[in-house]
């Protein structure tokens, strides 16, 4: 599975961005979608993720304010960010879970990453 991620940028404080994830390979054994976020001198967190049946989960500060979505054919994967303030300022990472059967019938569980995307807001 590999992941591409875009959409950062710089933005005022109040504003929105988009962010998106593309996936490529084994997309059908992704699991679970997510978007993390690391900001400078603090370790990663996870902001929302969203399973194959469509269940999200957000962290606390982003809730109400943060949507993360995916196509039908799960190959994309948004963060739509909206009432951005200074304190989301942080590279943000797209990651997928997946889990699939190699071909001697061995579980194959793991977790890819995307590149980051650097996503600044000024106050």
């Known amino acids: 599975v590999q992941l591409q991620a875009s959409g950062g940028g710089l933005v005022q404080a109040g504003g929105s961005l988009r962010l998106s994830c593309a996936a490529s390979?084994?997309?059908?054994?992704?699991?679970?979608m997510g978007w993390y976020r690391q900001a400078p001198g603090k370790q990663r967190e996870s902001v929302a993720t969203?399973?194959?049946?469509?269940?999200?989960n957000y962290v606390d500060s982003v809730k109400g304010r943060f949507t993360i979505s995916r196509d039908n054919a799960n190959v994309m994967t948004y963060l739509q960010m909206n009432s951005l303030k200074p304190e989301d300022t942080a590279v943000y990472y797209c990651a997928g879970d997946y889990h699939y059967y190699n071909n001697n019938g061995e579980p194959v569980v793991g977790r890819s990453w995307g590149q980051g995307t650097l996503v600044t807001v000024s106050s």
């Open positions: 969203i399973t194959s049946g469509g269940n999200t």
């Open positions: 390979g084994r997309i059908s054994s992704i699991n679970v």
